[in-house]
């Protein structure tokens, strides 16, 4: 059977920064692919470089070793094809909420008539519950309010490759369970493809088809694959009932924690587990939830 054909990968990549005894080793002989249609999710302990990750296949910044290929081709910048959630929102403060993501849809929608251009505007604003804030700029609106104009603006574009480094950290629980709903409805309808970096493995299994850790750096390497077998669509109350997805969970959160041990042995500083929390209130959260080691 012919294997199927990636819409992104990574060659051999490899990343770090300065030479010399300042050299930095961030990433080592990466080595991935991503299928066209699939949600994929890479999990990880804060500051292991899933931002770096990113970071290569936005086009920001290039491996020191290796190939990041798109469609085939070599990675050389940023494309509307690939649209990308920081976890920081960038936003210009002189623009408000509407203009913020009317720049983008703008952009990437130059031949739409100016009424189907607000019409969509207004749906991914309203999605996001900003709409009684159209008019405000950056300065008025709240961290975690910034942070949906943010995913609102990359939404509304449609990109053909979702990147999102943890984009909904910062917001309330309604709020970010409402935009996992919304981020699915969108890659599930438009057969888009799907990276969503993140630290909540529960969040990583409830949206991705498959499940890949980024062991610590120095030098930090991908471990092993795991597939959620877990029917569609995802109801977050039943899923801790679930035979698959409790054993999926077992399974990386058993990987996290003897990497957390192998980082607590070497005195290795700064690194935090993942959020583990039950989806279902009322559970015990996984004993190493928000440890640091």
């Given at each position: 059977?012919?294997?199927?054909?990636?819409?992104?990968?990574?060659r051999n990549?490899?990343?770090?920064?300065?030479?010399?005894?300042?050299?930095i080793?961030?990433?080592?002989?990466?080595?991935?692919?991503?299928?066209e249609?699939e949600f994929?999710?890479?999990?990880?302990f804060?500051?292991s470089?899933?931002?770096?990750?990113?970071s290569l296949?936005?086009?920001?910044?290039?491996p020191?070793?290796?190939?990041?290929?798109y469609?085939?081709?070599?990675?050389?910048?940023?494309?509307?094809?690939?649209?990308v959630?920081?976890?920081n929102y960038?936003?210009l403060?002189?623009l408000?909420?509407y203009?913020?993501v009317?720049?983008?849809?703008n952009?990437?929608?130059?031949?739409?008539?100016r009424?189907?251009?607000?019409?969509?505007?207004?749906?991914?604003?309203?999605?996001v519950?900003?709409?009684p804030?159209?008019?405000?700029?950056?300065?008025?609106?709240?961290?975690g309010?910034?942070?949906?104009v943010a995913v609102?603006r990359?939404?509304?574009?449609?990109?053909e490759?979702l990147?999102m480094?943890?984009?909904?950290?910062?917001?309330d629980a309604l709020?970010?369970?409402n935009l996992q709903?919304?981020i699915?409805?969108i890659?599930g309808?438009n057969?888009?493809?799907?990276l969503?970096?993140?630290n909540?493995?529960?969040?990583g299994?409830?949206?991705?088809?498959r499940?890949i850790?980024?062991?610590?750096g120095?030098?930090?390497?991908?471990g092993?694959?795991y597939?959620?077998?877990?029917?569609?669509?995802?109801?977050?109350a039943?899923?801790?009932?679930?035979p698959?997805?409790?054993a999926?969970?077992?399974?990386?959160l058993?990987?996290?924690?003897?990497l957390g041990?192998?980082?607590?042995?070497?005195?290795?500083?700064g690194?935090?587990?993942?959020?583990?929390?039950?989806?279902?209130?009322?559970?015990r959260s996984?004993p190493?939830?928000r440890?640091a080691?």
């Open positions: 059977m012919q294997e199927k054909i990636p819409i992104a990968e990574f990549v490899s990343v770090w920064f300065d030479q010399g005894n300042s050299r080793e961030v990433l080592k002989e990466i080595n991935l692919k991503i299928y249609g994929l999710a890479i999990v990880g804060t500051g470089g899933k931002t770096t990750l990113v296949l936005t086009g920001l910044l290039k020191s070793k290796g190939e990041v290929l469609r085939g081709k070599i990675v050389e910048g940023p494309d509307l094809e690939r649209g959630i920081f976890q960038s936003l403060p002189w408000n909420v203009e913020n009317a720049l983008a849809v952009v990437v929608y130059p031949d739409w008539d009424k189907r251009r607000d019409a969509q505007i207004r749906k991914f604003v309203d999605m519950n900003l709409t804030a159209l008019l405000k700029k950056p300065n008025e609106l709240s961290g309010m910034r942070q949906r609102a990359v939404l509304a574009t449609d990109p490759l990147l480094d943890e984009p909904l950290g910062a917001l709020t970010r369970g709903n919304e699915l409805k890659w309808a057969k888009r493809t799907a969503l970096i993140t909540d493995v529960d969040e299994i409830f949206m991705a088809d499940i850790p980024l062991n610590p120095p030098n930090a390497t991908l092993p694959e597939k959620v077998s877990v029917g569609r669509p995802r109801i977050k039943s899923l801790n009932s679930d698959n997805f409790r999926v969970r077992n399974n990386i058993s990987y996290l924690a003897d041990e192998a980082a607590k042995q070497s005195k290795s500083n690194l935090k587990l993942p959020d583990l929390k039950p989806l279902t209130p009322g559970l996984f190493f939830r440890k080691i």
